[in-house]
């Protein structure tokens, strides 16, 4: 098992890790090592136990918002999925709508130029609408 060396608040440590754990164990100790120096800046030097524990407890409150952080975003990101779908079955409904009316003869197209324009800027306005009420 492998054993490193780790340097916290102005101590060193030697701990046994698995193999392969070596770079996340001293990525672990950087940030105690940090809160560590935060505490002994702010409040100057305090008993070794003390100020683990206060540094510990920080990095605990702050993976606690990060956690908090994510769940909020993860119930956001279900609420968008959920009208992303939402959005999808409609344009397919009116897909299917759209695909059930007759298609015009060629010469009706042109002779109806105003009424397919106007049929046309509704159809737009339904869409932006849909997109607007999905953001």
């Known amino acids: 098992m492998p054993e490193i060396i780790l340097e916290i608040g102005g ?3 030697t701990l046994a890790c698995d193999p392969g754990e070596e770079a996340s164990l001293k990525m672990a100790a950087e940030m105690l090592a940090v809160e560590a120096r935060r505490l002994e800046d702010a409040i100057g030097r305090v008993p070794e136990s003390r100020m683990l524990l206060m540094a510990g407890l920080m990095l605990a409150d702050r993976t606690k918002e990060m956690e908090t952080a994510c769940q909020l975003s993860d119930t956001r990101l279900k609420t968008l999925e959920d ?7 409609k344009l397919a409904e009116m897909t299917v709508e759209m695909n059930k009316q007759p298609e015009p003869a060629e010469e009706d197209l ?3 130029s105003e009424e397919v324009s106007a049929s046309l800027g509704k159809s737009v306005a339904r869409i932006e609408a849909m997109i607007d009420t999905s953001a």
């Open 83 to 89: 009208r992303l779908l939402e959005s999808e079955a």
């Open 110 to 112: 042109f002779s109806n």
């Open 11 to 13: 101590r060193s440590f």
